[in-house]
């Protein structure tokens, strides 16, 4: 099929909750090609999803291999793959137990019924999050989202949910009620446009929820999974949560979610109390362990670490040369380029000149590319982002005109 036939049929057949752009029928590491054979350097990676790049031959294998052998028995039935890649994530993140889901709106859903089972007998339910925070589209973690838009015609909303404003304390503080069961807060927030959570902040976080007894959960399904450079986003300001949630990049493209506890949250979940149909299937677990041995065999969290800071340098210039570019922030393989104007017209540019990156929050560029990047694409990607840059410029002028 064409690019333009793809489109036809899926303006047709799907309901169009989305605005596509490209028609994508092929990739490999960073790269992606449309229909017609064009290829695209993929910094945008399905959002975060493809952390050892697009068909990594490994991955692709242990899907095979373990579609040819048992792809799902349901949790009437233990299978070998759940608990080892439960053992894989506990020792890499928080020491307890996991429960596994599909997605990065059902993990944050487990977390807080995880909340509000742990707080029901004091009275605990409300949920404190953070403005321009995302956290799904289901009911539940939309309301958590703190971006107005994903909540438009969906009233009523359920309850038991407060905003406070990230990096700043006192509105934490200010939020917290006798009722209070957590704050659930992104290491750093992606769709909010690559904001991190300053280390100082999770520290007073995480003293503020110790001394009020409620739980500190963070959502690492956009910045966990190696993309910071750690394999939590949480880690690299050396704090402890409570729990987490995990998604996105945990299978690579395989539809998987989760959520990891540390000890004493281990059993808070008991039988009956969660449970969803596709949760840890052989196949999801067997994609998602053969990710976690990609990234320690390929050592990947350094990758992101080492090019991530090529990265950052490579676009630094802009901030001096173009007075609409603010500034160049991120951690590990999660990126922005911040404007003053809006960026959707930067990333239509770029793509015309085969490089995918994702405007988001209106005036940010969000670079979040497969872990598995080399210094040849981070420099490609760069010289792009120059050129393009250079080409915005008379724009500007003549929208300020
Ligand atoms: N949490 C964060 C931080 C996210 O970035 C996203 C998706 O972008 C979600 C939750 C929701 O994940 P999903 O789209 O898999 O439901």
């Avoid at 909540?151 to 209070?180: H, I, M, Q, W």
């Avoid at 929820?209 to 949480?234: A, H, K, P, S």
């Avoid at 409570?242 to 808070?268: E, T």
């Avoid at 009956?272 to 677990?285: D, E, Q």
Wanted: hydrophobic share 40%; aromatic share 6%; net charge negative.
């Amino acid at each position: 099929m064409t690019s333009e036939e793809i489109k036809q049929l899926h303006e047709t057949y799907v309901m169009p909750t989305y605005a596509p752009g490209l028609a994508l029928v092929r990739g490999e590491g960073t790269r992606v090609w449309d229909a017609e054979g064009r290829d695209y350097l993929d910094f945008v990676a399905g959002i975060a999803v493809a952390g050892v790049g697009h068909c990594h031959p490994r991955l692709v294998e242990a899907i095979r291999e373990q579609a040819g052998r048992l792809m799902h028995v349901s949790n009437l039935y233990f299978n070998d793959r759940q608990p080892e890649l439960a053992r894989a994530l506990s020792l890499r993140s928080l020491g307890g137990k996991c429960f596994f889901c599909n997605s990065g709106a059902e993990a944050n859903e487990a977390l807080i019924k995880l909340a509000r089972k742990w707080g029901a007998e004091q009275g605990r339910y409300e949920v404190v999050s953070f403005r321009n925070s995302f956290h799904g589209r289901t009911l539940a973690t939309l309301t958590a989202t703190g971006q107005d838009k994903v909540k438009l015609g969906f009233d009523p909303l359920p309850e038991g949910f407060v905003l406070a404003d990230l990096n700043d304390l006192g509105s934490v503080e200010a939020a917290l009620t006798g009722r209070t069961a957590a704050v659930l807060i992104e290491a750093v927030q992606g769709e909010g446009g690559v904001q991190a959570a300053a280390a100082e902040f999770l520290a007073g976080l995480r003293r503020l929820c110790d001394e009020r007894g409620i739980l500190l959960l963070c959502d690492e399904v956009q910045c966990g999974m190696g993309r910071t450079g750690e394999w939590f986003g949480y880690q690299t300001a050396g704090i402890t949560p409570d729990a987490i949630s995990v998604a996105k990049g945990m299978g690579g493209g395989f539809p998987i979610g989760g959520i990891c506890a540390g000890p004493d949250l281990s059993d808070v979940l008991g039988v009956g109390s969660h449970a969803t149909t596709f949760g840890g299937t052989p196949l999801a677990c067997a994609a998602a362990l053969a990710v976690m041995e990609i990234i320690e065999k390929e050592n990947l969290l350094k990758n992101a670490r080492v090019m991530g800071e090529r990265l950052r340098q490579g676009m630094a210039p802009l901030v001096n040369k173009y007075d609409w570019v603010e500034g160049v922030r991120g951690q590990g393989l999660i990126n922005g380029l911040v404007l003053s104007r809006p960026a959707f017209s930067l990333q239509r540019m770029a793509e015309e000149k085969g490089l995918l990156v994702l405007a988001t929050a209106n005036t940010v560029i969000r670079l979040v590319p497969p872990l598995t990047v080399t210094e040849r694409e981070i420099d490609q990607a760069v010289r792009t982002l120059h050129e393009v840059c250079a080409e915005m410029e008379p724009i500007r002028e003549e929208a300020g005109a």
